[in-house]
């Protein structure tokens, strides 16, 4: 106790988002947390998002899942797309900040609770192997091993693979996506005795039109998976 005070006092904890002082690790100082979009209230069943009205207990759905029905059963997420959380995603994804994967993984893991049975296998969507060798590590890989210690769940980093390498979607418009996604994604041979008849967590860092996580889920129930669930970071939402 008397190191961990001095290494404190040495090493005081900052915010994972601005670097400025907060009372515990993995915190973030009063000014980031106002600024940063957790979602909470009523939200969309099927990808997480929230939507207006107080939340009576019923299930509903956003606009988009609405009108692109899902292939998954159950979605949720913990962040919106913006301010303080796309600064969070950028700096996992292109900034290597691998240390944020605990904290955010956490906030996952709370999130995604209701969603986990006793057998729930946890699958991140997959990155071309280019692009893994690029980045040197794949930002949902990260986040569904932490999260499976979270949660107590397995986990398969490799139960997707995606031999088809896509373009980048950045910009790319809904039906854009879901024509160059299309087949993109499968499961990995060796790891289909793993997903057969088993409910699936699939993990991903940011959800725009959701072209990628059905692909990935059209993959794992053609593997005979029970049901997918997802659990992704952040939303991108409609700004009013």
Same mark, same amino acid.
């Given at each position: ?22 009372? $515990? ?20 069943? /099927?990808?997480?998002?929230? =939507?207006?009205? *107080?939340?009576? &207990? +019923?299930?509903? !759905?956003? #606009? ?9 059963? !159950? ?18 994804? !292109? ?5 944020? %994967?605990? @904290? =955010?993984? $956490? ?6 609770? *209701? ?28 986040? /569904? ?6 949660? &107590?769940? *397995?986990?398969?980093?490799? /139960? ?9 979607? #950045? &910009? ?9 996604? $299309? ?13 057969? $008849?088993?409910?699936?967590?699939? %993990? #991903? #860092?940011?959800?725009? +039109?959701?072209? @990628?996580?059905? /692909?990935?889920? *059209? ?22």
């Amino acid at each position: 106790m008397r190191l961990q005070s001095v290494i404190q006092a040495i090493y005081p904890f900052s915010c994972v988002a601005c670097d400025a002082p907060v009372e $515990g690790a993995h915190g973030l100082c009063a000014g980031c947390w106002s600024d940063t979009g957790f979602i909470s209230g009523t939200i969309c069943d /099927a990808c997480g998002a929230p =939507l207006p009205g *107080e939340n009576d &207990g +019923s299930v509903v !759905h956003c #606009d988009d899942c609405l009108t692109t029905p899902r292939p998954w059963a !159950h979605g949720r997420a913990v962040l919106t797309y913006q301010d303080v959380g796309r600064r969070l995603v950028l700096a996992l994804k !292109h900034g290597d900040r691998t240390d944020l %994967v605990p @904290t =955010l993984a $956490g906030w996952m893991a709370k999130a995604a609770r *209701e969603l986990v049975a006793d057998d729930t296998l946890i699958v991140p969507v997959p990155l071309h192997w280019t692009r893994l060798l690029r980045r040197r590590f794949n930002q949902a890989g990260l986040l /569904a091993q932490s999260l499976g210690r979270a949660l &107590g769940c *397995e986990v398969c980093v490799d /139960a997707l693979l995606r031999p088809k390498r896509t373009v980048l979607l #950045d &910009g790319h418009g809904r039906d854009a996506r879901f024509a160059v996604l $299309g087949g993109a994604i499968t499961v990995h041979p060796k790891r289909r005795h793993l997903v057969k $008849g088993r409910p699936i967590l699939l %993990v #991903d #860092d940011v959800m725009t +039109s959701g072209a @990628t996580l059905s /692909a990935a889920s *059209e993959a794992l129930l053609a593997a005979g998976a029970a049901k997918v669930s997802i659990v992704i970071l952040a939303r991108v939402v409609k700004r009013p």
